[in-house]
């Protein structure tokens, strides 16, 4: 029997911009840009596809988007309602498949393997996936399917924006690609690359079968199957920021990593899991940044335990530097679904965190918070979802 492609992938079109151009109809057909005003120090999150006809991408500093489309919609963005959205997203992949591997907030993989008897045209059923999604939403999403995640992958960039890709020979598909998109070449190699001829993935193949093989070969080859047991989506989650002005106070740089913690240790509790290492970042007015990161004691989502663990390693980034600071940032790592525990440890943490979740759930993020980020009230605005950082950011 003739295999079917069986790995979908789904990804929501422009994601942030989308939503604020559903939420505000009047911005469509306009260009809009998402992460800040142009004035402003930080990045672009996302660009509306009319906006990318200037130029601006996502990871492009807001200066320079302001000056690549000076008539642009600048807006900052509403991520409590950007969640809520990708919580629907998901939970909507999930009614068709067992098997969902979210990537990031508007992107996952979809195993459709298994279901021929149910659906016995695998195309159509990913034609439904991607009808139901878009009704359930309400926004654009483009969609691959292919027999590995590279293929789906791909064949979703080359139905954007809007369409469906079903890829029936891999191999030839991905043989026609350019260099650009293969993962695992970064520029350098593609200068030297194209410097050398090699345009294409075939080219690539022909002309050098062992890099091809490290970077084709092994997604072509090997990615065929989902894993057998649930792994979460990310072993890692992070917020930064990126302040208004540089920032000499340690007070303030303390209730900037707290509340960061807060949402972090938030997160964690929600998607009942626990982080086993955590992470420091600082960048200061020069642009130099340096981490520093160490494991817990345990693996755990507690905010009091994981802010001693901090607390420890910004005293040891504070050393590296006497300017000013840019930015700051805390990651957890080495993410874990279960743990083991010993008899004499102390819970008291957790059971803090997870009473903050409740009542943070019914009253609202900002309904109680740490003496030490409230500091952040005076110089950012207030929602019931939060402080409204200049440049926050979603994990992806």
Not at 116 to 122: F, K, R
Request: aromatic share 8%.
């Amino acid at each position: 029997m003739k295999m079917r492609p069986f790995v979908f992938h789904v990804d929501i079109d422009a994601f942030f911009a989308a939503v604020e151009v559903m939420l505000r109809p009047e911005l469509r057909g306009l260009p809009v840009i998402v992460g800040g005003m142009p004035d402003e120090r930080g990045v672009v999150c996302t660009a509306s596809y009319e906006a990318r006809r200037y130029g601006v991408h996502s990871g492009m500093s807001l200066r320079m988007a302001g000056r690549k489309c000076p008539h642009g919609v600048f807006l900052r963005g509403r991520y409590p309602v950007y969640r809520d959205i990708s919580r629907r997203f998901m939970d909507c992949l999930r009614r068709f498949s067992p098997r969902v591997e979210p990537v990031s907030v508007d992107e996952a993989y979809v195993d459709l393997g298994g279901m021929d008897y149910l659906n016995p045209s695998v195309s159509d059923l990913a034609r439904r996936i991607k009808e139901q999604v878009e009704r359930t939403i309400d926004l654009k999403v483009s969609a691959g399917l292919a027999f590995t995640r590279m293929g789906a992958k791909l064949a979703t960039e080359a139905a954007k924006p809007g369409g469906l890709m079903v890829v029936a020979d891999e191999r030839e598909f991905v043989s026609r690609m350019s260099i650009e998109k293969v993962p695992g070449i970064g520029p350098q190699t593609q200068m030297i690359l194209l410097g050398l001829g090699v345009r294409r993935v075939s080219d690539l193949e022909r002309r050098y079968p062992g890099l091809w093989k490290r970077t084709v070969g092994v997604h072509l080859l090997g990615g065929r199957h989902f894993p057998a047991s649930r792994e979460p989506a990310s072993r890692s989650f992070s917020r930064e920021t990126t302040f208004p002005a540089d920032i000499s106070d340690q007070r303030m740089v303390l209730s900037h990593l707290s509340y960061l913690l807060q949402r972090l240790s938030a997160h964690l509790v929600r998607e009942e899991l626990f982080a086993g290492r955590i992470e420091v970042k600082a960048r200061f007015n020069d642009f130099s940044t340096f981490t520093a990161r160490s494991a817990l004691p345990f693996p755990t989502y507690s905010y009091p335990d994981m802010w001693k663990a901090v607390l420890m390693l910004w005293q040891r980034l504070r050393d590296r530097s006497d300017r000013p600071l840019r930015l700051v940032g805390v990651k957890v790592e080495d993410i874990s679904e279960a743990r083991d525990l010993l008899p004499f440890l102390d819970l008291r943490g957790e059971r803090i965190s997870a009473g903050l979740r409740r009542v943070r759930e019914r009253y609202g993020f900002t309904a109680i918070a740490t003496g030490r980020s409230m500091m952040l009230q005076a110089l950012y605005p207030v929602e019931r979802d939060g402080v409204v950082l200049k440049t926050a950011s979603l994990t992806k």
